[in-house]
């Protein structure tokens, strides 16, 4: 039974080195300059070493050691060049480490491995040492993930929300809420943007942020800054005057918006009349 499944390994690491190989030819279609900007080919290189070494193709460790410097100069082209010297200070610290650091596991563990079959044994035990103590940080327990699994996350961002809370499942689990309610919260100001249409010149939106910034500015409503800055292209000071022009009436600032964007505004004036009556309405009473 063990030889079976040894034999099983061994065919699907053939069978993935071929896949991973083919993928390496397309790659290689690609300008070097968009290559070693891109991780995935970075990562891609890794995963044809993983294979060398699992078929243990000794005849592959010279390949094997210049994909991984190309593996290395791409990973290291997405963080701090002292990224991963501080991740492993941080590990053997107990400290957090930064989920960006578990592609640098394997490339010490491979590096480790090349470096100790062609003879270098201090070096390669030093890069395995720091990819161990690495791994061994970014590990999570798997009942920990399932639970905020339970929370509506994404496997990925469970496991990322753990590493970054070195394991505490319920600092891990706020986050994971915050993160949610910070991206439900975005989005309705995205769809509360989109319903207020676009500025005059027609380059985006009306500014929510200047839109407060006007109405605490002039004393008016959330629907006259809007007004305002649609006619004033999100222009805080141009608002000012706009709001001058129209003498303070709404009614006149709401039938220049009229003019300027086709009668787009008309709900919102019938709205503002209807306001006017039943103040006056309520005046009269009083």
């Not at 590990?139 to 639970?147: A, D, G, N, P, R």
């Not at 910070?182 to 319903?195: D, I, P, S, Y």
């Not at 003498?247 to 008309?266: C, I, N, Q, T, W």
């Amino acid at each position: 039974a063990e030889e079976e499944r040894a034999s099983l390994l061994q065919r699907k690491y053939g069978e993935a080195l071929a896949v991973f190989l083919q993928a390496d030819e397309e790659w290689a279609q690609v300008g070097e300059n968009w290559r070693s900007q891109v991780d995935n080919y970075g990562l891609l290189q890794l995963d044809i070493c993983w294979a060398y070494l699992a078929l243990a193709q000794l005849s592959s460790l010279p390949d094997a050691e210049a994909r991984t410097r190309k593996a290395e100069g791409v990973l290291s082209k997405q963080v701090h060049s002292n990224f991963l010297t501080i991740a492993v200070l941080h590990a053997e610290e107990g400290k957090a480490v930064p989920p960006l650091a578990a592609p640098f596991v394997r490339l010490l563990l491979i590096k480790g491995v090349v470096k100790t079959l062609k003879g270098d044994k201090e070096e390669g035990s030093k890069l395995l040492r720091e990819g161990l103590v690495l791994c061994n940080a970014l590990q999570v327990e798997e009942e920990h993930v399932e639970s905020l699994l339970g929370l509506g996350a994404s496997r990925a961002g469970a496991i990322v929300a753990l590493r970054q809370h070195k394991g505490d499942v319920q600092q891990a689990g706020v986050s994971l809420l915050e993160g949610v309610e910070k991206k439900e919260t975005m989005r309705r100001e995205r769809e509360k943007q989109r319903k207020l249409g676009s500025t005059l010149d027609g380059r985006g939106p009306v500014d929510l942020k200047q839109a407060a910034i006007v109405k605490d500015l002039l004393l008016v409503s959330e629907n006259e800054a809007v007004w305002l800055l649609r006619l004033a292209n999100n222009d805080v000071d141009r608002a000012v005057q706009v709001w001058q022009d129209c003498g303070r009436d709404s009614l006149v600032l709401k039938a220049e918006l009229d003019s300027k964007f086709g009668g787009g505004g008309r709900n919102a004036a019938a709205g503002s009349r209807n306001r006017g009556q039943q103040q006056q309405r309520g005046a009269r009473g009083r």
